[in-house]
């Protein structure tokens, strides 16, 4: 009997928890830290952000990708005059459609497809 008054007290006193007097200035110095190390990490991060756009603009810059890109420009300009010689009369369709090698690719992409799905489900788990 005198166990149970015990535990009963015991509860009490831990449910009843007097507020101490420096509650207020404790939980402001805690925010105060928090927020200083978000600051400090979205600094870090905006500056890693644009050293890292720097460096591969630079990279761009000294791979020729411009050049590379108006190379690429003029050679679709070149297919797509060459696909316009081609007689308009062909069924393209119907030359698709009868060989089996469309519909197996079809599969294969289909395939792929159900892989990358199915493994952003088994990650969001």
Known sequence: MAELDFERRLERLFA????????????????????????????LIGAAGVVGGVI??????????????ETAGDSARFLSTSLNHISTGANW????????TAVWAAAGVAVIMMGFV????IGEI
């Open 56 to 69: 591969g603009a630079s990279q761009l810059m000294m791979s020729n990708v411009f050049q590379r890109v």
């Open 118 to 121: 199915l493994t952003r489900v």
């Open 16 to 43: 009843d928890a007097p507020e101490l007097a420096d509650a207020g200035a404790f939980a402001e110095r805690v925010e105060r830290r928090l927020d200083a190390g978000w600051t400090a990490r979205r600094w």
């Open 93 to 100: 369709m119907a030359a698709i459609s009868n060989s089996g």
